[in-house]
């Protein structure tokens, strides 16, 4: 079996985000990691409306392009990693927007955070958990929560979150978390395949 692919989601799309400094430190620490291949999926990449479809792609086909585009991207992936910054307690609407745009895309695959801003994004974190529990995925306990002391640390050039052995050994127990579920799972999906193929047959 191959080993599983696991995309780094950058959850903000503002032009003044500081989602790029974490996501450049979580994919690094990732890449390191010899079971998994990583690769860093931008939002700013797939421009996507609000959602405005007949129903979910659950159920019926999207029409529009960037939307089937994304949808294809997310289905390359055994797991993900998300940075999360929390807005009025919760994620980003553009996350949040993206996830409602796939949909079968994200069944039986490993979720974990990477959250910032107020009490390190703890609040955004728990809603997309409830988020993903909802699309069949399965998120991780371990987490990254950027407190607000080491953002501003970050932020004005004080530190990097690489200096934070707090913040790495939280890193390394996600990244661990996800590559080991991600096996798992893909293996169980392969085994599924398999099973449907034979019924078929």
Do not use: C
Request: glycine share 4%; hydrophobic share 50%; aromatic share 10%.
């Amino acid at each position: 079996m191959s080993k599983p692919k696991i995309a780094i989601v950058v959850g903000s799309t503002r032009a003044a985000r500081f989602a790029d400094v974490p996501t450049q430190w979580i994919a690094k620490i990732a890449k390191s990691h010899a079971d998994i291949n990583v690769e860093v999926v931008d939002l700013r990449d797939f421009p996507l409306p609000f959602f405005d479809e007949v129903a979910s792609s659950a159920w019926v086909p999207s029409t529009n392009e960037v939307a089937q585009r994304w949808q294809k991207k997310v289905a390359e992936f055994d797991g993900f990693i998300f940075t999360a910054a929390e807005y009025n307690h919760g994620p980003t609407a553009v996350l949040k927007n993206a996830i409602d745009y796939a949909a079968n895309e994200w069944n039986k695959k490993p979720a974990g955070f990477v959250g910032y801003g107020s009490v390190g994004g703890a609040r955004a974190v728990e809603q997309l958990r409830l988020h993903a529990v909802e699309l069949q995925m399965a998120p991780v306990k371990s987490a990254v929560h950027i407190a607000w002391g080491d953002f501003l640390a970050v932020r004005q050039g004080e530190k990097k979150l690489e200096d934070l052995e707090h913040l790495n050994q939280a890193a390394t127990a996600l990244v661990n978390d996800v590559a080991w579920w991600a096996k798992v799972l893909k293996a169980a999906r392969q085994a599924d395949a398999v099973a449907e193929e034979v019924k078929a047959a």
